[in-house]
Nanobody, 116 residues
Framework: VQLVEYGGGSVLAGGSLRLSCLAT????????MAWYRQGPGTQREWVGS???????NYADSVTGRFRITRDNTRNMMWLQMIGLKPVDTAVYYC???????????WGQGTQVTVSA
């Protein structure tokens, strides 16, 4: 399974961005999908996740500002971010769990920079 994230960029505080994650490969079955982020000098942290049925959970720091959606038929996941703050500056990664192999896969990350 290969994951590609895109949609990152630089925005001013209060702005919005939409990140996308596309999974490709052969004969795979993805259950849970998640977004993580790693800011400068910090450990990678969980942002939120979504199950196959579309039920999502979020870290307290992003609840009410970020929304995760997915399309199982296209093997895609999105992270809609509004009300961005400088503390949201990070490399954002998508992670999926592939059930046939019982493994997690990570994307390469996409940079989000929020300026005050």
């Amino acid at each position: 399974v290969q994951l590609v994230e895109y949609g990152g960029g630089s925005v001013l505080a209060g702005g919005s961005l939409r990140l996308s994650c596309l999974a490709t490969g052969e004969a795979f079955d993805i259950s849970d999908m998640a977004w993580y982020r790693q800011g400068p000098g910090t450990q990678r942290e969980w942002v939120g996740s979504i199950d196959r049925g579309g039920s999502a959970n979020y870290a307290d720091s992003v609840t009410g500002r970020f929304r995760i959606t997915r399309d199982n038929t296209r093997n895609m996941m999105w992270l809609q971010m509004i009300g961005l703050k400088p503390v949201d500056t990070a490399v954002y990664y998508c992670r999926v769990f592939e059930t046939a192999r019982g493994q997690y896969y990570w994307g390469q990350g996409t940079q989000v920079t929020v300026s005050a």
